[in-house]
């Protein structure tokens, strides 16, 4: 079976501490994408990283860096120095459905970032 | 760029009543939209998949004849909630591949619409 699971349901920090959202997914497939989503309370989602399953090296974007480790199935966000305005919940997304962009959910992970 | 709208953002209809919730990618043509549906709390579930100038692919579960789509340009598709229950309601977002950038580029979401049925 393909899932994948954000086992953090919530995550709560205080401004400036670094913080990784996990993700792990199940899949028999060899080639796939991974993506997370940032949703905020105004609803829309906020993409923030495709990554295929052939790229196994890691990006940073700014305060944003991704860990993909294809031998373990997982995809960890960290955020650094995270700042209020990180508040939201963040989806990991996989697509297996070759091309389809057929996206499965987690559960996601509602960060709250305290000043 | 890569804009998607919905509308309306919020509404609030009697049971039994239909619901038209209308998505356009505003600056982008799309051959293909997505459905879905946002329990409170919850994660989003794909409910269909919405191809111009063809049949929607529904999911498994999915009522067709409850919630009809309709993907009539390469800017606009819409769902329709039929005989609306107090079930549901939810949170549907829409969602939309930028025509010409591929398989597996990212969907580009629209600001969702909040369902509340009486």
């Known amino acids: ?115 | 760029g890569a804009v998607v709208s919905q509308h309306p953002s919020w509404v609030i209809c009697k049971s039994g009543t239909s619901v038209k919730i209308e998505c356009r990618s505003l600056d982008f043509q799309a051959t293909t939209m997505f459905w879905y549906r946002q329990f409170p709390k919850q994660s989003l579930m794909l409910m269909a998949t919405s191809n111009e100038g063809s049949k929607a692919t529904y999911e498994q579960g999915v009522e067709k004849d409850k919630f009809l789509i309709n993907h009539a340009s390469l800017t606009l598709s819409t769902l329709t909630v039929t005989s609306a229950h107090p079930e549901d309601s939810s949170f549907y977002i829409c969602s939309a591949r930028v025509l010409g950038q591929g398989d597996n580029s990212p969907l580009h979401f629209g600001n969702g619409t909040r369902l509340t049925v009486t």
């Open chain 1, 1 to 115: 079976a393909q899932k994948v699971t954000q086992a953090q349901t919530e995550i709560s920090v205080v401004e400036k501490e670094d913080v990784t959202l996990d993700c792990v997914y199940e899949t028999r497939d060899t080639t796939y994408y991974l993506f997370w989503y940032k949703q905020p309370p105004s609803g829309e989602l906020v993409f923030l990283i495709r990554r295929n399953s052939f790229d196994e090296q890691n990006e940073i974007s700014g305060r944003y860096s991704w860990n993909f480790q294809k031998s373990t199935s997982s995809f960890n966000f960290t955020i650094t120095a995270s700042q209020v305005v990180d508040s939201a919940v963040y989806f990991c997304a996989p697509d297996f459905s070759g091309g389809y962009n057929k996206l499965i959910f987690g559960a996601g992970t509602r960060l709250a970032v305290h000043p």
